[in-house]
């Protein structure tokens, strides 16, 4: 990857300053990391012209300006050209976080209550399905993403039984909270061992708070193993001041919403840092996290 394509740039240098400089920060590309002149850095997110990804761009820009009023660790929005009318194709202009995602593969109990506890802070803003925020019933939920991809491929045996027992589930009950709908731990940036944002909004919407708990204990699972989705569910309840609902049926619904094949995901988790991850490691704890969840929701 080179850089933003120049369209972009002349669009950024017009809404907020002469870019000297910038680096992809998703495996060499979008979104990129700017250096401005005489300002702060900020980050542009750009993609092709095409129905799907105007509406990830329009969901995001909902998101983040949702969770601005509410404070929440996110980007601010500076500038948004979600037809690509000014800037060529979709493009999103965001102030930068500090920090970085990459979680060593021994983090501290706190940093894992810690990334419960940051889940929960989103779920506190109660918010019904508006434009750009619809709701989300599984993490990706959207065209070409979660359930459609494990349904459409030939999984393992705890797949296809789980998979079945979902198809049968009447839709939760409840108010709908924000969900940020692809909450896993490279979306989350941490200064220490504090997080200070969660960013990538593309995929958010409302729905129900298992959306991303059962989420982030999954990708825990696979990513860490051991107690560490439990020390994420302490973390959220802690900070929720009460117990989770139906935790079982949320981790069955996350283990479901990715690629049957999760070789898929390999090159985003060692951009991560996690080289040390295969495909045949992942498999196997997630469908490790995939059986104890649907033995503990059968019981």
């Excluded at 998979?163 to 220490?192: C, E, F, K």
């Amino acid at each position: 990857m080179t850089g933003p394509a120049g369209g972009a740039l002349r669009w950024v240098e017009r809404r907020a300053a002469r870019v000297v400089g910038s680096r992809g920060l998703r495996e060499g590309g979008s979104p990129w990391l700017l250096d401005l002149d005489g300002r702060p850095p900020a980050v542009l997110r750009t993609g092709r012209h095409d129905p799907d990804v105007r509406a990830r761009f329009v969901t995001e820009v909902a998101a983040l300006r949702l969770a601005e009023r509410h404070a929440l660790p996110t980007p601010r929005v500076l500038a948004a050209d979600v037809d690509g009318a000014e800037a060529g194709s979709p493009a999103l202009l965001t102030t930068a976080l500090p920090g970085r995602s990459a979680m060593p593969p021994d983090p501290p109990a706190s940093r894992l209550r810690a990334l419960g506890a940051a889940a929960a802070a989103l779920h506190e803003v109660v918010v019904d399905p508006r434009p750009g925020l619809p709701v989300r019933r599984w993490p990706m939920d959207g065209p070409g993403g979660g359930f459609v991809r494990v349904r459409d491929a030939v999984g393992s045996a705890p797949v296809a039984e789980a998979v079945a027992r979902v198809d049968r589930l009447p839709a939760p009950v409840g108010p709908t909270v924000l969900v940020h709908a692809d909450l896993w731990l490279g979306n989350v940036l941490w200064v220490g061992d504090e997080v200070s944002g969660v960013v990538d909004w593309e995929c958010a919407g409302v729905g129900a708070p298992g959306v991303d708990l059962g989420n982030l204990r999954c990708d825990a699972a696979m990513l860490l193993g051991g107690d560490a989705p439990d020390l994420v569910l302490d973390g959220w309840c802690a900070a929720a001041g009460g117990p989770a609902r139906d935790v079982a049926r949320w981790d069955v619904v996350a283990a479901l919403s990715g690629p049957a094949d999760v070789a898929a995901w390999l090159p985003a988790i060692h951009d991560q840092g996690r080289t040390d991850l295969t495909a045949d490691v992942l498999a196997r704890r997630r469908d490790a996290f995939l059986r104890a969840a649907l033995d503990r929701w059968a019981g």
